[in-house]
């Protein structure tokens, strides 16, 4: 069954009696307006669509592109690009990009085509321009220049177009974007004042009225009491001089402060801001909120400068929108939006094809760990509570061979089919990843502790996960059956964790398959079944 990504609290209005319309209704959410991992938000706007792009880093295809009506309920329409290629650890082989691959990207309209900029956060240090004439199909690289830190795409009045970065950079792109113009601007637009000496990066800007806003997350751990915050930077023209204001400064909600997007306006002149903050385990969720312009400022929250927990907002019917994650039964013949790869994938190494409606993921590498396994297929979790259950057939298993389902991350908690010459146990276990301190991020070990253990001898297996994000909690817990009707839990609780040194993302949903000892196995997963409450 196909499930729907919704804002986490049901709009009771669009329920009643509004199927079919295209209309929209109002309605009340509540915040976090994506009770999942989307941070980095950029947004733009094309006629009565928006369309954000987020953070993926090592899962592929990247880039995500969500587009959305109200800016409540969204849905991925595509990926920027399907691999990244610039070394061979995209594709695990001399060490691993976690955490790195594609940063902060910023989508712009502009003249009726749709850009993206991003800066991979790894060798060669070269940022990636793509185009696209229609955002839900292919996009089409157009230059690669130098490297932007949490970059601003800007195109101006005048036809000159822009490069916010870094912390308060500027340059100038040629015309056609192709590469850095030599004689254009280049330039520090501002120097930190004595209240921003920690974090203050995540460029996104907008042009309101003639004048430039700079928008940008600001945190100092070293002043007590200080939370993340968002600031904005404003000056009359593009190269300065600029003057600043904390435009959102809250604790919201128990988890501390939001920073980190941008604002964006309605087709009927409305201002919203959508600003991620982190909530533990689940990853960083965004958060919308009104945008109020007081004198020459967006100053983000509502009177009280305070992020709502809840809002009313029209919104628009979800009947035909698909959202950003959901069930699968793999009975189409491409790969549901939904789904990314841990890593670039071996694509000759698994199908949707060879066993019609199932997920087949061939073993493609020997390796001894999960974090080297190619071809992990991984999903989003959702808050505040969720749970996923897969069928798994392992019929075709081989000596040595490793398949299973886990609550993915720098801490992962694992449900694992070992195949040891005839006989198949089922193994819940804990995995942490350690790295090694060179450029190439290599695995250095993986710490593994095995919590339970059963022995099965039949072909298909259910496994379940269930995901607790409730506040402060962030446990997963493991079950399986060997019917899908009598449940028994496994193993322990897990604490899921989020690790920016690890890699620096939520939790997922993971479904691997790996060799240990020699190459040929494979497994069918016939549904992946996801609910949420």
Not at 158 to 172: I, M, S
Not at 385 to 410: R, Y
Request: aromatic share 12%; hydrophobic share 35%; proline share 4%.
């Amino acid at each position: 069954m196909k499930k729907m990504m919704l804002a986490w609290l049901t709009v009771a209005s669009l329920l009643m009696g509004c199927s079919g319309s295209e209309m929209p209704v109002k309605g009340t959410f509540r915040n976090p307006v994506v009770y999942a991992d989307i941070p980095d938000i950029s947004i733009t706007r094309a006629g009565e669509y928006y369309y954000m792009i987020s953070t993926t880093m090592h899962l592929m295809p990247g880039g995500p592109v969500m587009r959305s009506k109200d800016l409540v309920n969204w849905e991925t329409v595509s990926y920027v690009f399907d691999k990244l290629t610039d070394n061979s650890k995209y594709d695990l082989i001399g060490g691993t990009v976690y955490g790195r691959g594609q940063w902060a990207s910023s989508i712009r309209y502009h003249n009726g085509k749709f850009y993206v900029l991003f800066s991979p956060n790894d060798v060669p240090y070269r940022s990636y321009i793509f185009t696209a004439d229609d955002p839900a199909g292919k996009w089409e690289l157009l230059s690669r220049t130098q490297h932007f830190h949490d970059a601003s795409l800007f195109f101006d009045d005048d036809g000159r177009v822009y490069v916010f970065y870094g912390t308060g950079e500027l340059k100038e792109l040629k015309s056609d974007l192709s590469d850095v113009k030599p004689d254009g601007v280049s330039m520090k637009i501002f120097e930190r004042d004595a209240d921003e000496q920690g974090l203050l990066e995540g460029s996104q800007v907008v042009k309101y009225n003639g004048k430039y806003y700079l928008l940008m997350i600001s945190m100092d751990w070293s002043i007590p009491g200080r939370v993340r915050r968002e600031v904005c930077y404003r000056a009359d023209t593009i190269t300065g001089p600029y003057e600043k204001k904390v435009i959102l400064e809250h604790d919201f909600d128990g988890y501390g402060g939001v920073g980190q997007g941008c604002i964006i306006d309605s087709e009927e002149g409305d201002w919203y801001g959508v600003i991620f903050q982190d909530r533990g385990g689940i990853g960083r969720v965004p958060t919308l909120m009104p945008c109020r312009w007081v004198d020459g400022w967006p100053m983000l929250g509502d009177e009280n400068g305070h992020v709502p927990l809840t809002m009313e907002k029209e919104i628009y019917p979800t009947e035909n929108t698909k959202g950003i994650l959901g069930s699968d039964d793999f009975s189409d013949e491409k790969l549901s939006l939904y789904w990314q790869w841990n890593h670039n994938p071996v694509d000759d190494k698994w199908s949707l094809t060879e066993r019609p409606g199932y997920l087949r993921l061939k073993t493609s590498r020997v390796v001894d760990n999960l974090y080297l396994a190619p071809n992990t297929i991984t999903q989003r979790m959702e808050g505040p509570k969720c749970s996923a259950t897969i069928s798994l057939d392992v019929s075709h298993m081989k000596d040595g061979d490793v398949a299973g389902f886990s609550a993915f991350n720098g801490h992962s908690g694992l449900l694992s089919v070992v195949k040891e010459g005839d006989a198949k146990r089922l193994v819940m276990s804990t995995n942490v990843v350690n790295f090694d301190n060179t450029p190439n991020k290599a695995i250095a070990s993986v710490d593994i502790e095995e919590k339970e253990q059963v022995e099965f001898n039949q072909d298909v297996i259910y496994l379940r996960i269930e995901g607790d994000f409730m506040p402060k909690r962030d446990i997963a817990t493991f079950y399986y059956s060997l019917d899908n009707k009598e449940w028994k839990k496994i193993g322990t609780d897990f604490k899921m964790r989020f690790d920016y040194t690890r890699l620096f993302m939520g939790s997922k949903f993971a479904i691997f398959n790996y060799a240990t000892k020699s190459l040929g196995g494979y497994v069918d997963v016939d549904y992946f079944d996801f609910s949420t409450s």
